[in-house]
Nanobody, 122 residues
Framework: QVQLVESGGGLVQAGASLRLSCAAS????????MGWFRQAPGKEREFVGA????????FYADSVKARFTISRDNAKNTVYLQMNSLKAEDTAIYYC???????????????WGQGTQVTVSP
């Protein structure tokens, strides 16, 4: 089992930055690729981006590319989502997830956190 706990969400104005963290415990963190997803009210959950186990390879959704950056610190068992130039449409609950199989939108994510709310005011 892997336990994931997100933090860092909050209310910000459009154009601001926010960094989310996802702390993992349980099994060896570096064995897992890590993804970030989000779900806005009334919408389906969508893929934001992901990072492979080593931190070298990353994959982003077009909607956040060039604004969001994923990184990880395997020594701290933590993955981060740096969000810059936030827009009102980025408002959602953000979830991190762990995968043994890959770091793409279609990979199977085995473990999920509870989520952290990000609200961007226009």
């Amino acid at each position: 089992q892997v336990q994931l706990v997100e933090s860092g969400g909050g209310l910000v104005q459009a154009g601001a930055s926010l960094r989310l963290s996802c702390a993992a415990s349980g099994r060896t963190f570096s064995n897992y690729h890590m993804g970030w997803f989000r779900q806005a009210p009334g919408k389906e959950r969508e893929f934001v981006g992901a990072i492979n186990w080593s931190g070298i390879n990353k994959f982003y959704a077009d909607s956040v590319k060039a604004r969001f950056t994923i990184s990880r610190d395997n020594a701290k068992n933590t993955v981060y989502l740096q969000m810059n130039s936030l827009k009102a449409e980025d408002t959602a609950i953000y979830y991190c997830a762990a995968s043994r199989s890959g770091y793409s939108p279609t990979s199977k994510y085995d473990y999920w956190g509870q989520g952290t709310q990000v609200t961007v005011s226009p």
